[in-house]
């Protein structure tokens, strides 16, 4: 009544505290759980799990798992993608196949395209992340983070050994372990 669209109301789970905003459209076989908030003209699914999440206007998630994160405007998300744990993807970004981040903030017009993860991570403006980028957060016994500055390229298959920082324009060749520091304008 309010001007969301649902394709098939027999197949969707929606919480009673959830916020759908006019314009969204709710695919088949999607869920959306907690308080849960999907801004104006976003689309959902098919097939996502949303739980105490926030999409903000004119994002898009299919065949993807979304918990307690935030996607900003015009972000696309999927398909199977998971996000969870204090995620914030900023506006415009493209978060695509087999890709999850954990407790990471990512920067405005950034791709991490398919088969990559990111924990505990903060990440700048117009980042590119390869194939197979990883930041390798855990030595088995703690947590540590990475930290990536504006318009970095990181090529295919690269580890970012944390604790480290990626300093603006740095480029990272294909499949490179980095263990130290990157200086601004880096070629490594």
């Avoid at 394709?7 to 695919?27: F, L, M, R």
């Avoid at 996607?71 to 996000?83: D, M």
């Amino acid at each position: 009544n309010d001007g969301v669209i649902i394709n098939n109301i027999n197949s969707v789970t929606i919480s009673k505290d959830a916020i759908i905003s006019k314009g969204s459209v709710i695919k088949q076989g999607s869920i959306i759980l907690g308080k849960s908030v999907i801004g104006r003209n976003c689309i959902v699914g098919p097939y996502s799990y949303i739980k105490d999440s926030k999409m903000e206007d004119e994002s898009i998630c299919s065949y993807s798992v979304v918990e307690d994160c935030l996607i900003k405007k015009k972000a696309s998300i999927g398909p199977f993608t998971r996000l969870r744990m204090n995620s914030i993807i900023g506006e415009s970004n493209r978060v695509g196949n087999f890709v999850e981040v954990k407790n990471s903030t990512i920067g405005n017009k950034t791709n991490i395209a398919h088969l990559a993860y990111l924990g505990d991570t903060v990440c700048g403006n117009e980042v590119n992340f390869g194939c197979g980028s990883i930041t390798v957060n855990y030595d088995g016994q703690k947590k540590y983070k990475t930290l990536i500055e504006d318009k970095v390229f990181i090529g295919c298959n690269s580890n970012l050994i944390a604790p480290i920082k990626i300093k603006s324009k740095s480029f990272i060749a294909a499949g490179s372990t980095i263990t130290e520091d990157v200086k601004e304008g880096s070629f490594v």
